[in-house]
């Protein structure tokens, strides 16, 4: 384990959305409704809740979400989020609150065993730890890892790269940190994850054996798919996205589901700002790599290491879904998101899988991203600033929606205004 001194301005703090007192009173009002009606919450309740909650945030700028708040709110959350193609069993995500650990090294230990209850059988449990919320002018411990497992990538002297190229700075970091890669340094060595806590200081823990759960990737008719020693980690935990539920941010709220095999074999494997490894994969079926030989070389071997990697992991006995299949299950989705009288919001570039995309139903659909909270976002000059309540569902007569478009024009001036001139 090892730690560095903060300097600078609050990493955590540029992420978050900047919201008016009276844009989080809307989304905070907006979410008690929608919880009203998602848990049917009397209206007498309802009322009271929403009295709360603005009474405290235009007293302290805060309000504290219930444990069935916030169970609620991270559903609702992942239903919203329009790039995840494997919303159907949205209802079934197993929420674990978390808002009291603050100590790195506890907030390390919970998420190991969050790993093991998550797949540690091999039948996966999409689940969610969500800690501490941010405060005005002040940051909980957040994980800066944007996966709890995640490979090195290495930069070697004589200009060659070992690994995957997208953690090749981060690797950088946590070595600074004081982690040792072993050696030799492999295109698989698991990263430790990294914290920063709440004073601002980073920590490194190592990654324990028993949650160290690779799948070896083989093909069942290609032998020689095994020279080349491929390998990938059974269970994916994203945990460097903010949760943000009724105007309140959770900068630490890491969350696991089960892969699609396109996920890994078609872009962490094959792309090139990843492994790149498409070529010698070819190389491993006989395929000759020429465009002149074969132009469609690539599809032959995307085609045989999405196989490769499918019957791998079942083979091993965890769980993962073809893009199929999954296209298939999301269509079920927005059936019962239409029968249930909602707009679903999808990000087209995101659901449509990277493999015979066209020969999917969701290749057809048209979709639109209506960037509803609660929701989940990486930072407010990526994503978080677009995102705002969806009233889709309400009656609201031509006034009330010419007076919704004129504050909403209004809050975004303010957000440019306030880009534009670096106020953070």
Known sequence: MGADNFVGADPVQRRLRRLSRAERIDEAVQFVREFARETALPDAARR??????????????????????????????????????????????????????????????????????????????SRISIFAPARPGQS?????????????????????????????????????????????????????????????????????????????????????????????????????????????????????????????????????????????????FGLDARKKADPLWRDRALTELNHAVLSSFRTAGFEMVDHHTASEQFMEFVKLEQKEGRFVSADWSWIVPPQASSACPVFHLPMNDRLAVPNFFVSRAIDGNALRPDRGRERRNRWMRRYDRLKRRWWDWRRTRDFLFQRN
């Not at 609620?72 to 650990?101: F, M, P, T, Y």
């Not at 994980?143 to 930069?155: D, F, K, R, T």
């Not at 491929?230 to 630490?252: E, F, H, K, Q």
Request: aromatic share 8%.
């Open 140 to 284: 909980p411990t957040t994980i800066e890892s944007s996966q709890i497992l995640q490979y090195a990538g290495y930069l070697m002297p004589e200009g060659a790269i070992v690994g995957d190229r997208k953690n090749i700075e981060f690797t950088r970091t946590v070595m600074s940190l004081g982690w040792v890669p072993p050696e030799p340094r492999g295109q698989f060595d698991l990263l430790p994850l990294l914290i920063r806590g709440e004073d601002g200081r980073r920590y490194i823990f190592d990654i324990p054996a028993d949650i160290r759960i690779d799948v070896a990737i083989t093909h069942p008719e290609h032998p020689a798919l095994s020279d080349l020693q491929l390998r990938w980690y059974a269970v994916p935990c994203v945990s460097n996205m903010i949760l943000t539920i009724g105007g309140i941010d959770y900068p630490c709220a890491p969350f696991n589901g089960h892969y699609m095999g396109t996920e890994i074999a078609s872009r962490n494997l094959a792309d090139t700002r990843r492994y790149d490894l498409l070529p010698a994969v070819a190389a491993a």
């Open 48 to 125: 009271r809740r929403e009295t709360d909650v603005v009474r405290a945030l235009r007293r302290d700028g805060q309000y504290d979400h219930t444990p069935d708040e916030l169970a609620v709110g991270a559903r609702l959350a992942w239903r919203n989020h329009a790039r995840c193609i494997g919303r159907l069993w949205w209802k079934s995500l197993e929420v674990v609150d978390c808002r009291q650990i603050t100590d790195p090294a506890h907030l390390a230990g919970h998420m190991f065993e969050h790993m093991k209850a998550a797949g540690g059988d091999g039948r996966i449990r």
